[in-house]
Structures are given as structure tokens and as C-alpha cells.
């Protein structure tokens, strides 16, 4: 059974590769045409389930299993915002770096240098046998500056709960331990099991 991840992002690839060890786990963008999935969704689930199943629906064989995350970080203050828009929080076309350079440009301009925030990871799986999605999250606060060079998005901004180093700055086998995706992904396993 192989698991096709519905991303092209990389960082997400290497991410789910490392985490997922029983199982061979391919970018479908490795096994198809790379092909625009429009995100219609109001919230991270069906987001998640809305990429799955477009991958799943171009598939040659439907014994895989087809694995799709839709996550972002929402700051209370900012009405929840970037949330499901955190990937084009700046815009379409927009880096990680513009994202992440808009967000602490938003937070200085409400006057604060931290702040609470969240991440939610939605992990969607469809197969034959049906589509499934759990969730994962992770607490703590977002600051007013970058610091640090690990992970990707909006982590050297994001200081979890029970640290005073971003997820910018911890190695990735700390953050492993209790990220939003770690979490959502332990839930995934117990469903990823079941379809055996």
C-alpha cells in the first residue's frame, strides 16, 4: 500500500516522509501531472478532504491511500486570520517569507510583541473504503520578529507553549514531539491501520 501525498510542497514531503515509516510515501506529484486544486473549503477539514479526494479521483490505483493536510496558524486577535488562508495570507503568489513578514507587520501595527496563536492541522485520508480526516493542534504565542532557520512558514515566529525558542529555532526532532502534524498524524496512523 503506498501513500500519495496531495502537496507539492516540499518541506510538507520531507515532513511526512520522516514521519511515516511503514509505509512508502510519494508526492503525487511523482506519479501525475501536477494540476491546480482549487481550495473551496471554509475550514481546514474540508480543505483537506477537498485536495484528497481530486488526487484520489486521478489515481491509477485505487489500492493507494491517498493522504492530504490543510494547516495554518490562527491568532485570536487577528479574528483568527491568517487561518485557512495562511499559505496566501499575502497574496496568491505570496512566499512563505511574504506571509510570514505580512503577519509580524500586522501584529506591529496592532501594537503588540506577542500574542496567543494557534496551529491546526487537518490530516484527510481517502481510499476505497471511504474518506476520513482528523485534526492535530498546537498552542502557544506569536511575536512580533523571525528568529531562527528551522522548519518552513510561519515556525521562526511561533514560540509553543512551554518553550522560549520559536519553532524557527528548535531542532526538528523536538518539534516532532508535539507539533500540530505529529499529532494530527498519530490520530492518522490509528485510521491508516485500519484500512490494512
Known amino acids: 500500500m503506498k501513500i500519495v501525498l496531495a502537496t507539492s510542497n516540499q518541506g ?3 515532513e ?6 511503514a509505509y512508502e510515501v510519494v508526492a ?3 506519479i501525475m501531472e501536477p494540476f491546480e486544486i482549487e481550495e473551496t473549503g471554509v475550514t ?14 486521478k489515481l491509477s490505483d485505487k489500492n493507494d491511500i491517498v493522504l492530504s493536510d ?3 496558524i490562527s ?7 491568517p487561518g485557512i488562508y495562511s499559505a496566501r495570507y499575502a497574496g496568491v503568489t505570496a512566499s512563505s517569507s511574504d506571509n510570514l513578514n505580512k503577519l509580524i507587520a500586522t501584529l506591529k501595527e496592532h501594537g503588540v510583541e506577542k500574542t496567543p496563536a494557534f496551529y ?11 474518506a476520513f480526516c482528523v485534526h492535530g493542534w498546537m498552542h502557544g504565542e506569536a511575536i512580533a520578529e523571525a528568529r531562527g532557520n528551522n522548519g518552513f512558514g510561519y515556525d521562526p515566529m511561533f514560540i509553543p507553549c512551554g518553550y522560549d525558542k520559536t519553532l524557527g529555532e528548535l531542532d526538528e526532532n523536538v518539534k516532532k514531539a508535539f507539533s500540530h502534524r505529529a499529532r494530527a ?12
Open 12 to 14: 510538507k514531503v520531507r
Open 16 to 21: 511526512f516522509q520522516s514521519w511515516i515509516h
Open 28 to 30: 503525487y506529484s511523482d
Open 44 to 57: 481546514f477539514k474540508e480543505n483537506a478532504l477537498i485536495k484528497a479526494r481530486a488526487v484520489y479521483e
Open 70 to 72: 490543510d494547516s495554518g
Open 75 to 81: 491568532v485570536p486577535l487577528l479574528g483568527g486570520a
Open 120 to 130: 491546526t492541522a487537518a490530516i484527510a485520508l481517502v481510499c476505497v473504503k471511504g
Open 185 to 196: 498524524l498519530e490520530l492518522a496512523y490509528i485510521v491508516l491501520n485500519s484500512l490494512k
